[in-house]
């Protein structure tokens, strides 16, 4: 149905939190340049950068005909609260960015449209047919919903002739002073040719490397990036192709023109010393590079294609031509655990890396890590403001979440420490004296250990220690835990598995009684397992059922035998599920009931792993 439209709102949402870049805002350029594109056509266009500034929107002097709110999953939340309080008012209202374009059907739960991918194409096709009348089933990208019905058209290919888009005009930004008071992006292309299990972007923007001309780039640079106090280059992969930067890099330097300028580059970009060289001379303060990993097996399993030899060399060439490096590590692969990550914060300082961010593996929608573990049964956490990085919303296979999230909060702390800012301060590099000296007033002020979500994965790890410890003798004496010996039959438990668990008690000071084997027939194996451990009440503190996961036959039998015990002994039977990719967890849940020292408990499960020669 036709409506008036003739002033569009575009909102991108604040952060849920500060980080350490948080006193350096770069709008992100999606709502910028899809405001320029409406504002082009003659629509009046207002854009709100909540990190730039955030309006009273119950106030505010634009009144809307249509509302468009771009978002990541960390942001979503605010964009929803956004997105109803504009509905609620009769608007329409369509949602835009990574996390709507993966869950279209979530998005429709508080908008009226989702725009999936690219939108510099459908969304003017979508304000034309709100303003004209059409359908919207014509219009590739498009998600919508008529009555209960979601309907998601397919995607148009990615769109080539990237130098059609318009300069984007920053002064559209609500709150937007101008002059060299703020930094600005400049997209040089999109997509990428890599291939990054936890990264979105191939989803979003293709893997063909889709580029703007060097003349469109320097049009901008003019425009744009001469009133700018830095540009940051936005693309996803910058220096992809690196004969195209060498020539940027050269027309800068013979314009002449003035600039600091910082981009996100891969690890390749420092073999090339002619490259390095123009980049330095044409304005580089720093680039951002994906890291990700000291652990060999672990970047073969993010798909990175690059080697720690070829990290360490990145960074002193780097250094070597005065760029500064802003380096990105991830934990929690399934390649990790909790020594990989001290072994990166020495390596990081050995580095004298300028700058970092130790982040957390994070499934964020669309990615093959979200595929596999939601496959696996293993996200933990749906409120998607724990998704920025900074927080264990899964099931690590080497770890406890509360021990990753532990763990990169203190790598952070060691990196950010006062004798690293002193360093930079004795070196006179008042920028990154700043940078440090906030970051680590920013970790003191954000207490992350305080934080609700940091609290609850302790709870959550502690919980059931708590309830089993009071069946447990106190004082010195030997924890008893019985075993029943037919639970073993109850899944493909592997010899070695088994042997490891029990040498893993022992060497915690626990005495494992079990009771012999019996010959049962399969329909008779819940009653033997149930006078087995009546039998083990008596001489065990606790019963332990190891039960292996994802054994339907053997769940319905643990169902029924936990049906059949009373309730007065349940409490000191403690059911426990494994596998192998929840095995340390598991161990650690059970080792905490005799030690508290999560420490201790680590180094006796990896030294009795290597000794079993298990693999897990």
């Given amino acids: 149905m036709a409506r008036r439209l003739n002033k569009v709102l575009f909102i991108e949402p604040r952060s849920p939190r500060p980080h350490i870049f948080s006193r350096v805002v770069i709008p992100r350029l999606g709502s910028v340049l899809l405001g320029t594109i409406l504002e082009q056509q003659g629509m009046e266009v207002r854009v709100v950068v909540e990190e730039v500034a955030q309006p009273d929107y119950h106030t505010m002097d634009f009144r809307p005909d249509l509302v468009c709110i771009s978002s990541i999953s960390s942001t979503i939340p605010r964009a929803y609260e956004l997105a109803d309080f504009y509905r609620q008012q009769g608007l329409p209202v369509v949602m835009g960015g990574a996390h709507a374009s993966f869950l279209p059907e979530e998005g429709l739960e508080h908008a009226d449209f989702v725009v999936c991918g690219e939108g510099d194409e459908a969304l003017p096709e979508l304000v034309s047919l709100l303003r004209d009348g059409g359908d919207p089933a014509a219009i590739p990208n498009l998600c919508y919903r008529d009555g209960e019905a979601v309907y998601k058209n397919p995607w148009r290919p990615f769109l080539e002739d990237l130098d059609h888009l318009p300069l984007p005009r920053y002064d559209l930004i609500h709150g937007w002073k101008g002059g060299r008071t703020h930094c600005i992006s400049i997209a040089t292309s999109r997509g990428c040719p890599f291939n990054c299990r936890f990264c979105s972007v191939i989803l979003m923007f293709g893997r063909k490397y889709r580029c703007n001309s060097v003349d469109r780039v320097m049009e901008e640079i003019r425009v744009n990036g001469l009133i700018a106090r830095h540009i ?20 800068i330097l013979q314009e002449n023109l003035k600039i600091e300028w910082s981009a996100q580059v891969r690890v390749e970009a420092a073999r090339d010393p002619e490259l390095l060289k123009l980049m ?22 993010y798909n990175k294609s690059q080697s720690v030899d070829n990290i360490r060399e990145c960074v002193v060439n780097f250094h070597h031509h005065g760029i500064k490096v802003h380096g990105m590590f991830v934990f929690g692969s399934e390649e990790d ?5 001290r072994d990166t914060v020495t390596f990081s300082r050995q580095l004298d890396l300028d700058s970092l961010q130790y982040l957390i593996l994070t499934p964020v929608p669309g990615t093959q890590v979200f595929q596999e573990l939601e496959a696996q049964n293993r996200i933990i956490c749906r409120d998607w403001r724990q998704y920025d990085g ?12 509360y021990e990753l999230q532990y763990e990169t909060i203190r790598a952070t702390r060691k990196f950010y420490s006062w004798p690293s800012v002193l360093k930079r301060l004795l070196a006179r590099d008042w920028f990154f004296v700043k940078l440090k000296a906030y970051a680590r007033i920013h970790l003191w002020k954000s207490r992350w250990l305080k934080d609700s979500y940091v609290i609850q994965l302790k709870d959550q790890l502690f919980a059931q220690m708590r309830t089993w410890r009071r069946f447990l003798p106190g004082g010195k004496a030997v924890p008893r835990v019985g075993i029943p010996a037919d639970i073993w039959t109850l899944g493909p438990w592997e010899a070695n598995l088994r042997d490891f668990l029990l040498k893993f008690l022992h060497r915690l000071g626990v005495e494992v009684i079990q009771e012999g084997e019996t010959a049962v027939e399969e329909n008779g194996l819940v009653p033997a397992l149930k006078s087995e451990i009546a039998r083990l009440q008596e001489k065990a503190d606790l019963v332990l059922l190891p039960f292996w996961q994802g054994l339907e036959d053997a769940r319905n039998k643990m169902r029924e035998l936990h049906q059949e015990i009373s309730g007065e002994t349940l409490p000191r039977l403690m059911a426990l599920e494994f596998s192998r990719d929840t095995f340390y967890n598991a161990c650690m849940q059970l080792g905490l009931c005799f030690n508290k020292r999560l420490k201790r408990l680590r180094r006796i499960y990896f030294q009795t792993l290597a000794e079993e020669g298990v693999q897990l």
């Fill in 390 to 401: 900074h927080f264990a919303v899964f099931q690590p296979k080497h770890f406890t979440p």
């Fill in 232 to 251: 940051f280059f936005c693309d996803d992969n910058f220096t992809a192709n690196r004969e195209r930067i060498k020539e940027l890099c050269e027309r």
């Fill in 280 to 301: 330095a001379r044409s304005g580089c303060l720093m680039v951002f590079v994906g890291l990700e990993s000291i652990n060999p097996a672990t970047l073969k399993a």
């Fill in 337 to 341: 655990h909790y020594q990989v990550i």
